[in-house]
């Protein structure tokens, strides 16, 4: 009988942990990619591994290089970093959190000349992909991910 | 002292002997009568002693089919016992186990169906972009679309008509 009980309130604590999501610090990952066409491609960078197929089909390129990066633990949802280049700047805004993710304002810079700007709600379980200017025979392109 | 009928009952019966019988015998008023009587006293005995005698075995027979009958009866009762034991099964104990472990199902069934609604809402747990703008007087030509690659829960800003860089700005 004691037994039995117990057996039952494990299984009942399994289904409510299963249930209930545990909360944790999430951190994202931003970087400034160059894309481009060549003949001997490097391996796709780790961090993006799990885009890889999409950037390669959306873009039509075979070669994606970080030329700068930023990694980012959020604790608030208010925090803000900048992900740099020799050349180009993301500053990133996150102004809260929700249950789907968090909202920010992503501003990139090239130089000190604002190019472009954006609000968006990154998903926890959905990565960004911004499509930024033609740099020579490539593309840079920004990515945001939750890890 | 016996009697004169409990004479004559014994006589039929042959139960007297010696000067009993000699004494009794000249005492009767008819012997031949009373000797015809005895046989026929005799006959009927056989008789009777037959008849009751088959009824005996009928008698046994009759028992003997109570009896088969109440064995059949008998070994037909188990099952109608185990039938009784069969609904005592629900017992209190039993009652509690049964709702828990229907509660416990339940549980699993009602974790899983809501699991399985996110799927519908994915919409919701792709990224959106809420705006997006560019500085027209640096990128006047530029226009700005958005699309979510479902299949593999991406989100794109798509850009057309920035203002091109020379490759030295790819560098890291």
Same mark, same amino acid.
């Given at each position: ?147 | 002292?016996?009697?004169?009928? #409990? @004479?004559?009952? !014994?006589?039929?019966? %042959?139960? $007297?002997?010696?000067? /009993? *019988? ?14 015809? #009587? @005895?046989?026929? !006293?005799?006959?009927? %005995?056989? $008789?009777?002693?037959? /008849? *009751? ?18 064995? !059949? ?100």
């Amino acid at each position: 009988m004691r037994r039995l009980l117990l057996a039952f309130t494990i299984f009942f604590a399994l289904v409510m942990s299963a249930a209930i999501p545990a909360r944790a610090d999430q951190t994202v990952w931003s970087g400034l990619v160059i894309a481009q066409n060549v003949q001997q491609p490097e391996p796709i960078p780790v961090e993006l591994t799990r885009i890889e197929r999409p950037l390669k089909e959306l873009f039509g390129y075979n070669q994606f290089q970080v030329i700068g990066q930023s990694q980012k633990t959020l604790k608030t949802g208010q925090e803000d970093w900048l992900a740099t280049s020799k050349f180009f700047g993301l500053h990133v805004d996150a102004q809260g959190e929700s249950a789907a993710g968090y909202v920010l304002n992503l501003k990139l810079y090239k130089e000190k000349e604002l190019l472009l700007e954006t609000d968006a709600k990154l998903s926890k379980r959905s990565p960004l992909i911004i499509k930024g200017p033609q740099v020579g025979g490539g593309q840079l392109l920004l990515v945001l991910v939750v890890q | 002292m016996k009697t004169f009928e #409990e @004479k004559w009952t !014994a006589w039929l019966d %042959g139960q $007297l002997s010696g000067e /009993e *019988l000699v004494e009794f015998e000249t005492s009767l008023p008819d012997k031949a009568a009373a000797e015809a #009587e @005895k046989r026929d !006293a005799k006959k009927l %005995g056989v $008789l009777l002693k037959r /008849e *009751l005698g088959a009824d005996v075995l009928r008698n046994e027979e009759f028992f003997s089919h109570q009896l088969q009958e109440r064995l !059949a009866r008998e070994s037909v009762e188990p099952p109608r016992k185990q039938a009784a034991d069969v609904s005592t099964w629900w017992t209190i104990r039993r009652l509690f186990w049964t709702g828990t472990v229907s509660l416990a199902l339940f549980l699993v069934f009602a974790v899983f169906v809501m699991r399985e609604k996110n799927p519908a809402e994915q919409s919701q747990y792709l990224t959106q972009i809420l705006n997006a703008r560019v500085d027209p007087a640096i990128s006047p030509n530029a226009t700005i679309s958005m699309f979510e690659a479902k299949e593999d829960h991406v989100t794109v800003l798509w850009t057309e008509g920035l203002q091109s860089l020379p490759s030295d700005y790819a560098a890291k």
